[in-house]
Structure formats: structure tokens, C-alpha cells
């Protein structure tokens, strides 16, 4: 947690302003991960890999004159997930090449959290901070195989409270396409 404080005084004669805060929230990003896995039968699989989400950036700028001193205040928050994936998979095969799959298991995450805030009263402050879960995941998708060893994958995978309490936890939806070697 952020804490900042400022003792105010009062200024005679000075009305207190404060223009309009403007913030953004960018919760969308590009991800990556590989995996290995066994298949036991035509109906069950396991697979364990990695997986980097990709991150989530809020930007916040406020700018006023509380204390009869023009002041411009900014805070950056920074988020983080990746780690190491375990599932079992559920395959339905639908004809020679065409299968789809459901997906349950675990990602061991590890959740970084970084913020930044900068006034012109204060020096700027950093606080940076990580913290590790478990957090359950589920998915759905489909494979093609061509030339025998190949699978093209399409796969929806969501991450339920993905994050740390500490760094905040929100539910996170993927939707991957990957190709698949077996042997």
C-alpha cells in the first residue's frame, strides 16, 4: 500500500482548485507461454508449462492549486503475472483430425507490482513489490492435426483471481493459438 501525506496550511485568501483528474487503465496485453505435456488415452491428457499473462498499467494525472503552490500530481501503477502452469485435459475426439478439450488445473504465479507518484511538493516515491499464489484456471478449445504431428490450437483459458490480495486479484481471459508437436 501507497501512503502519502501532506500537512496543509492555511493560505489567506487563496480558493482552493483542482482540475479535472484524468486516468487511464490499460488491462489489455499480448502473452506468451509453451507447454509439455503426456497423453495417457484418446480422453486424457496432462500438461504443465509456463505462461507470461502480459501486464496491467494505470496512469493517473491531477493538477490544481490546493495550498496556493500550482501543484501536478502523477501516479503509475504497474502489474505482472506469469508463472508455472499444471492441467489436465478432457479430449472429445470429433473425426480423424478435428478434436476439442476442456482444460482444469493450477498456475503458480508470481505477481509483481510496481507504483510511482511525483507531486511538485514532495520528492517522488517508488514502491515495488512481488508476491506468490495459486490460482485455478479452466479452458475450452479445439486442435486440428495436419502432416500427423502437427495440432493448430485455439483455446479460451481463464484464470480465476489472478493476482495476490495484496496486489489485488481479478479474473483474467486468454484467448491463445498455438501449434503443437507430437511424438
Given at each position: 500500500?501507497?501512503?502519502?501525506?501532506?500537512?496543509?496550511?492555511?493560505?489567506?485568501?487563496?480558493?482552493?482548485?483542482?482540475?479535472?483528474?484524468?486516468?487511464?487503465?490499460?488491462?489489455?496485453?499480448?502473452?506468451?507461454?509453451?507447454?509439455?505435456?503426456?497423453?495417457?488415452?484418446?480422453?486424457?491428457?496432462?500438461?504443465?508449462?509456463?505462461?507470461?499473462?502480459?501486464?496491467?498499467?494505470?496512469?493517473?494525472?491531477?493538477?490544481?492549486?490546493?495550498?496556493?503552490?500550482?501543484?501536478?500530481?502523477?501516479?503509475?501503477?504497474?502489474?505482472?503475472?506469469?508463472?508455472?502452469?499444471?492441467?489436465?485435459?478432457?479430449?472429445?475426439?470429433?473425426?480423424?483430425?478435428?478434436?476439442?478439450?476442456?482444460?482444469?488445473?493450477?498456475?503458480?504465479?508470481?505477481?509483481?507490482?510496481?507504483?510511482?507518484y511525483d507531486?511538485?511538493?514532495?520528492?517522488?516515491?517508488r514502491a515495488?513489490?512481488?508476491?506468490?499464489?495459486?490460482?485455478?484456471?479452466?479452458?475450452?478449445?479445439?486442435?486440428?492435426?495436419?502432416?500427423?504431428?502437427?495440432?493448430?490450437?485455439?483455446?479460451?483459458?481463464?484464470?480465476f483471481d489472478?493476482?495476490?490480495?495484496?496486489?489485488?486479484?481479478?479474473?483474467?481471459?486468454?484467448?491463445?493459438?498455438?501449434?503443437?508437436?507430437?511424438?
Amino acid at each position: 500500500h501507497i501512503y502519502a501525506c501532506t500537512q496543509l496550511s492555511p493560505t489567506p485568501n487563496v480558493q482552493p482548485t483542482v482540475a479535472p483528474m484524468t486516468s487511464r487503465l490499460d488491462d489489455s496485453d499480448a502473452g506468451f507461454g509453451f507447454f509439455a505435456g503426456y497423453r495417457f488415452n484418446t480422453h486424457f491428457a496432462v500438461e504443465g508449462g509456463y505462461i507470461d499473462v502480459g501486464n496491467v498499467k494505470y496512469r493517473a494525472n491531477a493538477s490544481g492549486n490546493v495550498t496556493g503552490i500550482p501543484t501536478d500530481a502523477v501516479l503509475n501503477v504497474d502489474t505482472d503475472t506469469s508463472g508455472i502452469t499444471v492441467a489436465a485435459l478432457g479430449v472429445w475426439p470429433l473425426s480423424y483430425r478435428w478434436e476439442v478439450y476442456g482444460r482444469a488445473g493450477a498456475l503458480f504465479s508470481s505477481n509483481e507490482f510496481r507504483a510511482f507518484y511525483d507531486d511538485v511538493e514532495q520528492s517522488p516515491r517508488r514502491a515495488e513489490f512481488s508476491e506468490n499464489d495459486v490460482d485455478l484456471l479452466a479452458g475450452v478449445g479445439t486442435s486440428y492435426t495436419f502432416l500427423e504431428i502437427y495440432d493448430v490450437r485455439l483455446e479460451f483459458q481463464r484464470i480465476f483471481d489472478a493476482g495476490d490480495k495484496t496486489t489485488a486479484e481479478a479474473d483474467l481471459d486468454m484467448i491463445s493459438v498455438g501449434i503443437t508437436v507430437v511424438f
